[in-house]
């Protein structure tokens, strides 16, 4: 479907740009996918998200958009007659969808990404700590909004707004599980988080967008082999 002249600026291990690939691949939309060298940044990068420098960056006819869950929202406004909503029409349901896609972002991601850079088996436990306290609230969000309607995920038959955001964080939560040896997602403590991640890895537009663990493991290795030799070097 051509719809204007539409680019995403990304990188595979982003999460953040991960989501907004799998938002544009359900609502079926055309754009050009620009892979982008995180350590490298290019100069179309930084002339169109000049404040943050940082990926995802959805361009569209020329204009900038940034910052992942706001392109989100503006794609599901854009083209709200195009494939499932990525928010709910109720506004006391779309408030509660945008209050825990914060949470995962600004609680559960520095919590589980923490686990990875920690320099200390203390702050390595604080990390692991508030990562199960996370998930266990995000376990009980899933509980109220699927108990007794059957449905699948956060945002109903398909997925939507918190689904994509949690989702797209699955794969470095358990490349996190092999490098550091702790089970996050437990199936004994979060059965319904389990079973919702079931459903979600199975969909071809998260099969198609989302890497591997083991790829994001070595990914995350190599990523703080380099800070260190930097750090060592400085």
């Not at 403590?189 to 998260?206: G, R, T, Y």
């Amino acid at each position: 479907m051509a719809e204007g002249d539409v680019k995403l600026l990304g990188a595979w291990p982003s999460p953040f740009a991960i989501r907004v690939r799998m938002i544009l691949e359900q609502k079926g939309l055309d754009y050009e996918y620009l892979e982008q060298d995180l350590f490298n940044k290019s100069e179309l990068l930084l002339e169109h998200n000049p404040i943050h420098k940082k990926v995802p960056v959805l361009i569209h006819d020329d204009r900038s958009i940034c910052e992942s869950l706001v392109i989100l929202q503006y794609i599901d406004e854009n083209w709200s007659g195009t494939g499932p909503p990525v928010l709910p029409a109720d506004p006391y349901e779309r408030a509660i969808a945008r209050f825990w896609a914060a949470y995962i972002d600004d609680k559960l991601f520095p919590s589980f990404f923490g686990i990875l850079k920690a320099t200390t088996e203390e702050t390595k436990a604080e990390k692991i700590a508030n990562t199960l306290v996370a998930l266990e609230q995000l376990e009980g969000a899933f509980k109220k909004c699927s108990v007794g309607t059957g449905k699948g995920f956060f945002g109903g038959d398909s997925i939507g707004f918190v689904d994509v955001t949690l989702g797209s964080h699955l794969a470095w939560i358990k490349a996190i599980e092999n490098i550091s040896g702790v089970k996050l997602v437990d199936e004994t403590k979060m059965p319904l988080l389990v079973e919702w991640q079931k459903h979600f890895l199975a969909l071809d537009i998260v099969k198609f967008v989302l890497p591997s663990a083991e790829r994001v493991e070595e990914y995350g290795k190599r990523m703080f082999r380099f800070r260190f030799n930097v750090a060592s070097a400085n």
